[in-house]
């Protein structure tokens, strides 16, 4: 930090971050939505009599999972939601081609969501956008849906998680298997073994370790499986990594298509922090120390590998498309000056003006207001997320991995 900041500046940095994080945040109305809209998807998709016998299950992947989701610039711009259609086992006929067309089959064979698939087909995924109230921001999303198979001992594993301690070997037994499109034995190989390797829920643990929340073995659990259930209250990290996507979703808000993505912010975010309960001390951290976990492959090409995956590196795409690599690394380089630029700033005034230019006019001013309302009404800022005392134990980790309805927070 350029400068020495008394306790009180220290204090309403911290005031201006953690409401700043707060209005990234989606709202009530868009929670719901979403979840009512996985929700009938979800139960959609598990009564398919084709996947029936495979106990197949839709669970939200990504940053809905994770709980660092955030509104996008343009109040017209969709959210994106990742969802994971798994099952347990399969047919051992079936290729990758196979299982995701059988998913395709049944989306297009419904009054309901044949008109909203995306008319080009994922390379991974099928896409739904949700258009009922096209004037209404609220109500415009799209929602990936990820086939995958899970061998025969994944709940197993999934329940003995919560009596070991974590590790990366223990986590990558929970990982499934994708279709891909572009894998050379997409329409041919039978063996799941072969198939690209995933693991959405062990990432989503990771990152709830790397949140330091090994005292609280509820917001462990959250992390694993989906609760229907919004919550105001983020860990530090949740927030920094919002902080983050919304620096980088405003200086590329005109070069969308080669924007840094979100999972490498959030995996070199998630390892560059130290578990800071200050959210300005974190955050001035991690960004001091986003790079330093990348690495480089034999070929000197950057690495920046899956927590709990080693086969995968997030930035498997920078040597074919040079220019998103370059705009990470200009990025890297804009947050750490924009962020020093806000420590150094002589007053509020222009310190307000810094933080406008970086992050949004709009979204600064409703920070603000934000702010006076809690300092007038004087309500705690406790994480109280990072606080519970309930005990999540595994036989009710087993009841929530092996019932449809549970993922629903029923």
Known sequence: MGRILSKEQKEEFKDILETLGESLDITQTQYD??????????????NDPVFEQYKPIVSPQGSLRLGTIIQPINPNDDLDVDLVYRLTEKDPRWTQKDLKEKVGARLKGSDRYASMIEKKEGRRCWTLLYRDNSDNPQEKYHMDILPSV????????????FSESFSAQTV??????????????????????????????GYALWFANRCKADESVKLMAEAI????????????????????????????????????????????????????????????????????????????EDVVSNPVNHEENFADKWPTHPRRRENFYQWLAAVKKDVYEIF????KIQIQNTMGRIFGKDMITKASSLLVERR???LATGATLLTSTRKVTASTVGRIVNTANTFYGK
Do not use: C
């Not at 809209?37 to 139960?43: I, M």
């Not at 298997?177 to 997409?186: G, L």
């Not at 919004?230 to 590329?252: A, P, S």
């Open 33 to 46: 939505n979403l979840t009512r809209s996985y929700k009938a998807v979800g139960e959609f998709l598990q």
């Open 150 to 161: 899970a061998d025969g001992k994944y709940t197993e594993r999934m329940i003995r998680l």
């Open 172 to 201: 990558d037994q929970i990982s499934i298997r994708i279709t891909d499109k572009e894998a050379k034995d997409y329409a041919t190989s039978t063996r799941q073994e072969e198939w690209l390797k995933s693991n959405p829920d």
């Open 225 to 300: 499986v989906p609760i229907e259930k919004y919550n105001k209250e983020k860990t530090v990290l949740q927030r920094i990594v919002q902080i983050l996507k919304r620096h980088r979703d405003m200086m590329f808000r005109y070069d969308k298509d080669d924007k840094p993505i979100s999972i490498i912010i959030t995996t070199l975010a998630a390892r560059a922090y130290k578990g800071e309960k200050d959210l300005l001390e974190g955050l001035v951290n991690v960004v001091d120390n986003l790079e330093k976990s990348i690495t480089k492959n034999e070929k000197g």
């Open 344 to 347: 150094d700033g002589a007053n």
């Open 376 to 378: 007038k009404s004087k």
